[in-house]
């Protein structure tokens, strides 16, 4: 952990072997106990769980939420992972955020309109809700999408930027990554503000 400021974990760990679940709690652990930032994507697939119970999944979940300051997540994995019965959303990441000391939580949402899809984030932060504005989603493949986004809300938390626009750079990040084939990163810093600066008109994404 020397030199390390801040660990992200996929949730995916908790539901793959013991051995993966093992080491995943272990390094959240170590990171927590250091005083790292530890970063945590729920990332949580029925199709990987299929001979878990769901008390067995909220119980690991739970486990790992301890030593987490940051969570990638939605609304969903709340009520339907940790069962929390609260449907209002501001009130939902409120409670949330203080049963386990989560300084930040984001999410992504894809919506419609017009018939076009669109994709968005938000981001709770000390009982407020920040969110970007929607940005039209032209799909090759959507691998990767969600890493995109946590990559850049990383980057914007950790620069310190305002929380709009991390989110702003967040979602473009994601919508360009899901505007190319396969989930390797292909484009700089430099070119996610020029998409932003060009409203989405520029030559990365005919």
């Given at each position: 952990?020397a030199g390390v400021d801040i660990v992200h974990i996929c949730g995916i760990s908790l539901s793959l072997t013991e051995k993966t679940r093992s080491a995943a709690l272990k390094l959240a652990k170590m990171a927590h106990e250091m ?172």
């Amino acid at each position: 952990m020397a030199g390390v400021d801040i660990v992200h974990i996929c949730g995916i760990s908790l539901s793959l072997t013991e051995k993966t679940r093992s080491a995943a709690l272990k390094l959240a652990k170590m990171a927590h106990e250091m005083k790292k930032i530890v970063c945590f994507d729920f990332n949580y697939r029925m199709s990987l769980n299929e001979d878990n119970t769901h008390e067995t999944m909220k119980t690991r979940y739970q486990e790992m939420l301890s030593y987490v300051d940051t969570i990638f997540g939605s609304k969903r994995d709340l009520t339907d992972l940790l069962d929390y019965q609260e449907t209002d959303e501001k009130k939902l990441y409120q409670q949330f955020c203080q049963d386990y000391q989560i300084s930040f939580f984001a999410g992504s949402r894809r919506t419609f309109i017009d018939d076009k899809k669109y994709f968005e984030g938000f981001l709770f932060h000390h009982d407020k809700i920040y969110e970007s504005s929607p940005k039209e989603l032209n799909i090759l493949d959507r691998i990767g999408s969600g890493d995109a986004f946590a990559s850049g809300v990383i980057t914007g938390l950790l620069e310190k930027w305002d929380f709009v626009d991390t989110l702003e750079f967040a979602i473009a990040n994601s919508v360009l990554a899901q505007a190319s084939m396969n989930d390797s990163p292909i484009f700089e810093k430099q070119d996610i503000f020029n998409y932003l600066d060009n409203k989405g008109t520029n030559d990365l994404i005919r």
